[in-house]
Each structure stands twice: as structure tokens, then as C-alpha cells.
């Protein structure tokens, strides 16, 4: 069952005069993890943005076509409900928090459901316990490191027990290993509680093997949907300028150049890519 | 960056602290009321030595003593006031001394009991106070936002102040109006920045379910503790003996009581 199904959907910012995203269509399945990559500027933000009403609703412009996220047409229901069942976690994790202490920025959105306290707080130890930020509890927000920011910004929107969990560039100000953990920490969410995860990100070096699903934009249009170790080691991805795995770029130039084919899967890291010359060496 | 550090709070716990800042709040105002009631100097000597153990016991001793400080001119401007005019209404010169320390006093004890309330309540715990005692939810989160983001706009203008320099913005020149003017290459970024940034901030609550339900709950409630009880018995006890003291019994002035040992 599709989770998230968008039919022709195009949208205009108010002060713009060309569309952003043009004639998306797209499904996405229960339990994937996504990727939606693309050159800056293409138009993810604002397909995100779609994702639990922000659009139109906050944004107002002008939306056309047909899209429905967790059963619901987005255009009938506001943000604060579409928020029950989508989680948007945005770029920049300082303006995302706004408590002064992360157990109530945690709380916060289970606050505005008008959950009961002793239920709030069994939800909130167990978003914080699997971002593991239990340690951090009491202090303020604007006082942690950016990763431990985002993922404070990630245990507010999970504990609100989302279906769907949006997450836009969520490591663009962290450092590779510090966005590798955080992504570590999504991978779980998607892998054990079956949270379907849609990731936009420039760095598929650390994601791809995640995915089993990938979405590329360009100039606000979907060109290539579908299996990511297809997609990433087709050509037109490459001309796109995505930035594709390094690994699964050397298995194409071993492949097209060479000749060489290195077993049959199509390695997305370097961990699988080791497999793969492991295996050769030995035999 | 040392310019704004007084703009951070500081979480810190001691028993006061954690008093429930409702009954806090009752307690400074009957000191104030206490405060009123009495013009005499004894009863204000009295009220003042009675709040230090709540300095501390607080631990906010350098705070409170540079609050103190802060207060000093405003002090001084009343005691010489009360002192002149007292003087030219024609009492003598001990008596007037004793009613201007008096006035003095006074308005030192009003400025150390609401110090010690700010200095001992943070601004999360007063929020959630502001809340409980039914002030919209609109206006609370708009004073936590308000100390949270405080701090990062002044860094923010911190930096843009710096970047300006370094592309040869000279603040500190020309006349008055001039020197206004040097600013605006500073306010226009840090506006915009701010305005970007209050719009993202809508975006992130908008996406937590802002404004859901009408009946918001509370991760946190104020509960009363050992303490917030033994802060009301120590308000009633004092507002009662005040009262008492006041109506039945007479109070000597400091020149008497000097007269006497005489
Ligand atoms: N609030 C807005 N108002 C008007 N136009 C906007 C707004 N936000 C984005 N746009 C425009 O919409 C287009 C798509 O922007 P979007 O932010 O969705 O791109 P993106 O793929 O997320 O880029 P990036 O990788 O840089 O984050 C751009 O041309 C941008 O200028
Ligand atoms: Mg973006």
C-alpha cells in the first residue's frame, strides 16, 4: 500500500513565476527508505514541504494535481493534523528547537495533542533512549553540539510515533562521521520499527546502502525513480551530477573501461564493495 | 562574546531554586507589603538581615551583590531627598537621619526581594508558572522563545558586526546622526536574519502539530514540595507578627533606644 502517492502535482511559490516542482508522480511504499537527491535548487525542499501540508497550507501559492500522504488528500487536512502521521525534520537544527530544555522540546509535540503527562513522559524516554540522548535530558537545546542538535530534532518528531519520517538535509552541518551516526540512527528506525523514511541528501556515499528506493530531481521534475543500484550506475545519473557512491563509480569504470565485471550485485559502499574484491581475490 | 554572557541563563539547583516560583512570588509580595507598612528604621533593619539566608541558601551571592550595586545610586538619590527635606521640615538632625536611612531601607528591601526572585527562577520554570496560572499559552511560549533566541541574535550581531568591519564599515566615526547611520549595514541583516529565522521556527511548529488540540497538556507540572509549605508558613507567620506589631505594639526609633543605653 502506497503510503505517499502524488498524481501531476506541480506547485508555484506566491513570488515566483515559474513552478518549483513540476508534474511530480511518485508512490512510495510502507516501511522504504527513500532517497531524494538532486542538484541544489531542484525542488526537494519544497516536494518535502508537500509531504505534511506546509504546502499549501503555510506557504499558500498555487498547487495543482493530486497527492495523498497516509491515506489523507493533504489539501483537506491542516499541517497539525497530517502531523500525526508525517515527521518533518528540517536542514538547520538550531531553529527547529525552541524549549528550554530538550525533554520539552521533545515533548513539545505531544503537548499540543493534549496527550496525558504519564504517557507524554513514557514516549519521550523512549524517543530520547533510542536517539540516544537519554544523558541529555535536562539541558538546553542551544547549549548542545549540532549533532547532538539534530538529534534532538529527530526525538521530537519520532516521539510523536510517525508513520512517515521526512528528513531534510538533516546532517548538512555536521561532519561526516557525525552525520554517518545519525544516519545510523534513522537506518534503525526504518529497519526495526518499520518507519517508512524518506531522506533527502546530497551524500550517497553514506546513504545509498540504506535505500530501496531512490527519487532524482532536476529542475523541479522527477527524472529517474525506481532501484538505487540501478539508478546510481546508469548513466544519465551521472550526468545529472549526482554525487554517486565511489564505490559503485568504480565497479561502472571497472565494468564499461575494463571490462571487468566484479560479481553480480552492484556495490552502493565501500564495506560492499571490499566484499566484492574480497571474494575475487580469492578465487 | 563577554558582553553577552549576562544575556544566558544559567540552570542552577539549590532549595531555592526549586521552590515553586507561585509561592515565591506571594512571598515577595508580602515582604513588599511588609515593607510598606512600616516607616520606621528597626522593623526595616529587621526585614532586610531576614532575606540574606535566602541569598545563601540560593548561592547567588556575587549576583545579588551586583544587583545591590546597581541599586546604589537609586539609593543614594533617596536618601539624600529624604534627608534635605526631612531636615528643612525642621526635626533635628538625628531624626531626619533616621526617617531618610529609613526611606532608604525601604526601597533597598523591595529591590533585594524581587532580585531574589529573578536571580532564583529560571525563565523555564517561570514560564511553566505563567502557564498554571492560566495565562495563554501564546504569550508563555512567546517569553521562553524570547530567552532562548535572546542569545543567539546577540551572537548573531556579534558576527555581523565583525563581517562589516572586515569589509571596512567604520562604526565609531562622525557626528551623532552619522554614527546612527554606521548601524544600518548591521540592523538590515540582522532583520532579516531574524525574520528568516522566526519563519522557520513557524515552519518546525506548524510540523509538530501546533495548535491541534485546544486543551494543550504539559510535560512539566509544578507541584508543591516540603518546601514551597514551609515558604507559606514562613509568609503567613511573618505577615501575621507584622500585622500584630504594627497594631499593638509601639516601635522605638534607633535614637531612642540610643538615648536609653545613655
Ligand atoms: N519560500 C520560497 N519562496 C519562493 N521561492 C522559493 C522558496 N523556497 C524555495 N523557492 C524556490 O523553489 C525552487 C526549489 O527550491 P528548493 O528549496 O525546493 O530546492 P532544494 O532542492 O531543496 O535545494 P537545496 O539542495 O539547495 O536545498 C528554487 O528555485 C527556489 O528558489
Ligand atoms: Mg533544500
Redesign the interface.
Known sequence: MAVIQTRNLTYMYPTATKPAIRDVSIKIEKGEFVLITGPSGCGKTTLCRCFNGLIPHFYQGEINGEITVAGLNILEHPTSELAKHVGLVFQNPENQLFALSVEKDVAFGLENLGYPREKMQKRVDWALNLTGIYELRERAPHELSGGQQQRVAIASVLAMQPEIMVLDEPTSFLDPLTAKKIFEVIYELNNTLGITVVLVEHRLDLTAQYSNHIIIMNQGKVVLDGEPREILSSKETRLIGVGIPKATRLYQILKEDDGVKLGKKIPLSSEEMTKLLREVIKT | MSVFDGLKFR?VYSPIHNLDPRIKFIYVCAIFVIAIMFGELLPLIILFTFQIPFVLLAGVKREWIRSMRGAAFLATIIFLTNFVFAYLGARGIGQSLENAVAMTLRFIVLIESFSIFFLTT???HL?LALEQTHVPYEFT?AF??A???V??LAEEAQTIMDAQKARGLELERGNFLKRIRNYIPILIPLIVSAIR?SL??????????????K???????LKMHKGDFILIAITIGILAVAIYIRLYLPIPSINQLLANIN
Not at chain 2, 486543551?215 to 507540572?221: A, D, F, I
Open positions: 540552570r529560571s525563565p523555564d514560564g511560549f521562553t522563545t530567552v532562548r533566541f542569545p543567539v529565522r522557520e521556527l513557524a515552519e518546525a511548529m506548524e510540523s509538530r502539530a501546533w495548535g491541534a488540540t486543551k494543550r497538556t504539559n510535560l512539566y507540572v
